[in-house]
């Protein structure tokens, strides 16, 4: 069983659906998980779990959401050397940088010295289709997966 924690930012609750069905996802899966906004949670307490997820939607044509930039800056003084980590937000494909939140976590936790080990997952608005529930399931039991084999390994 792996420890994961799901950070994440959302205003009008699109972002906030998806983290807690990933989080259902990651625990039917036999994992513990936390799961915290984005504004609560301490950057340096990453290192306290084997698997970090962060969830933000884009805001004000490509930016982070005012909530997170604190976060985001602390970010970069976290060592996540050896963690997994994967971005998953919630966007609008009117705007032109369509879920870029996704891609700017994506970047700092690489700088921070983490792995992403999948695609990040960009939903348009609220999960509404088959589509977007699958994709979501995808991508939690993608990540669920990679912590099985770690510890099968192990
Ligand atoms: C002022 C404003 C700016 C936005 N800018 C972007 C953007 O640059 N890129 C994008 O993909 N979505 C953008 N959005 C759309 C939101 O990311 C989208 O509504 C998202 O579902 C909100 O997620 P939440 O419900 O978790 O807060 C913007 C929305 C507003 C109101």
């Known amino acids: 069983m792996a420890t994961i924690v799901i950070a994440y930012a959302s205003m009008s609750g699109n972002t906030e659906e998806m983290a807690d069905l990933i989080k259902e996802d990651l625990e039917q899966a036999g994992h513990t998980v936390t799961l915290e906004e984005i504004d609560v949670l301490e ?8 698997g ?3 969830g933000s939607y884009t805001w004000n044509d490509g930016d982070l959401p005012y909530e997170a930039e604190e976060f985001y800056e602390d ?5 996540l050397t ?3 980590a994967a971005v998953f937000g919630s966007g ?3 705007y ?3 879920c870029e939140a996704v891609h700017t976590f994506e970047k700092q936790l690489t700088q921070c010295g983490a792995t992403i ?6 939903i348009e608005m609220a999960p509404t289709t088959d589509e977007d529930y699958d994709n979501i399931a995808s991508f939690s039991k993608q990540f ?7 510890q099968a390994r192990s």
């Open 43 to 50: 950057a340096h307490t990453l290192t306290d779990y084997d």
């Open 75 to 79: 970010l970069a003084e976290v060592d």
């Open 92 to 94: 609008d494909t009117a």
């Open 82 to 84: 050896n963690k997994r």
């Open 117 to 122: 080990v999948q695609e990040g997952l960009k």
């Open 96 to 98: 032109p940088l369509y």
């Open 52 to 54: 970090i997820l962060i």
């Open 144 to 150: 669920a997966t990679f912590f099985n084999h770690i």
